[in-house]
């Protein structure tokens, strides 16, 4: 016996790939949006762990720069106590200085000639007096340029002849600066410190 199907087949079947196209993609976007929470959880985790890292990062920083701060401060402290050092050297170096001043004029201050006034400022000394002649003025700076242990570059400033005495005696008075020679650091400089006996002749004698 023929048998004829007279349901609309073709609507039915429609429907069932319309049903089949919804239930794919709804799976379809149930797994996009598992994989979307999925790779934001992982993404998070990465995050996370990198913000840890920049807040260890930011607190070690924090310690270097505290260190870094010690280290200049600790610095500063060496350089004061390196330059309170070289002062108390130099104040040692230099307390034996006016004896050995008077000790080389004594000695390179030739005959003839008479000091009228030593001022001395640090290394420099001013010195003023009056001399018989010229030459004597001349060989007073060869002697402190070259026989001299403790002075040196000496310059003259100024020389006019004058009168002295009642007598109206034709000198010529002067004016000089010279420097005085910081002795050396070294194994000789406790030697150099100690000055030699003065000569029975006076300065500017």
């Known amino acids: 016996m023929l048998q004829i199907n ?9 429907a069932a790939r319309r049903r089949d196209f919804y239930v794919m ?3 379809s976007l149930g797994a996009a949006l598992v994989i979307v929470f999925l790779v934001a959880i992982v993404i998070s985790g990465y995050i996370s ?10 607190q070690e920083n924090a310690k270097l720069d505290e260190q870094i701060k010690q280290i200049a401060e600790l610095k500063s402290d060496i350089d004061s ?5 070289q002062a108390v050297e130099d104040l040692q170096a230099d307390r034996n ?12 201050v030739p005959e003839g000639i008479y ?38 570059q000496p310059e003259l ?10 007598d109206k005696r034709r000198v010529f008075a002067f004016t000089m600066n010279v420097s005085l020679k ?6 000789d400089a406790a030697l150099q410190t100690t000055p030699s006996a003065p000569g029975p002749k006076p300065a500017g004698t």
Do not use: C, Y
């Open 6 to 14: 007279l349901l609309p087949h073709r609507e039915l079947r429609r």
């Open 25 to 27: 993609a709804g799976l």
């Open 49 to 58: 762990v990198q913000t840890d890292r920049n807040h260890f990062i930011e």
């Open 81 to 85: 106590l390196k330059a309170r050092q």
């Open 97 to 108: 200085l006016p004896v050995h001043l008077l000790d080389e004029l004594v000695k390179q």
């Open 115 to 152: 000091l009228t006034s030593i001022r001395e400022q640090g290394l420099k000394v001013a010195l003023a007096g009056v001399a018989q002649s010229n030459d004597r003025i001349s060989e007073m700076l060869r002697n402190l340029s070259n026989n001299s242990q403790w002075l040196e």
């Open 157 to 166: 400033i100024e020389i006019h002849a004058s009168t002295m005495g009642p």
């Open 182 to 187: 910081r002795p050396a650091p070294g194994p």
